[in-house]
Nanobody
Framework: AQLVESGGGLVQAGGSLRLSCAASGFTFSSAVMTWYRQPPGKARELVAAISPDGSSTNYADFLKGRFTISRDNVKDTVTLQMNGLKPEDTAEYYC?????????????WGQGTQVTVSS
């Protein structure tokens, strides 16, 4: 299984970026997909999650509506649209797939994509 993130880069404060995560090697439509981020010197934190069918989403409180998560179960991709970026959004952004299974769940991580927001 593989998750490949793309779309990171350098952007000025107030700008936008669109991150994508392409999945392969597992049943994407069965996975809860989550974006995490890890700011420099800090712990990894949840940004946004989306249910397998895309009907439910969950966001970190600190986002205040600036980011939107979506998925395409035909193309096996999950996207994070980031608007109104702030310097504190600077972080490595990771895509995670979580598959419910028995007796254990399965979790896959991407390699990350760097987002840097300049002031």
């Amino acid at each position: 299984a593989q998750l490949v993130e793309s779309g990171g880069g350098l952007v000025q404060a107030g700008g936008s970026l669109r991150l994508s995560c392409a999945a392969s090697g597992f049943t994407f439509s069965s996975a809860v997909m989550t974006w995490y981020r890890q700011p420099p010197g800090k712990a990894r934190e949840l940004v946004a999650a989306i249910s397998p069918d895309g009907s439910s989403t969950n966001y970190a409180d600190f986002l205040k509506g600036r980011f939107t998560i979506s998925r395409d179960n035909v193309k096996d991709t999950v996207t994070l649209q980031m608007n109104g970026l702030k310097p504190e959004d600077t972080a490595e952004y990771y895509c995670q797939a979580h598959l419910i299974g028995f007796p254990v769940n399965t979790i896959y991580w991407g390699q990350g994509t760097q987002v840097t927001v300049s002031s």
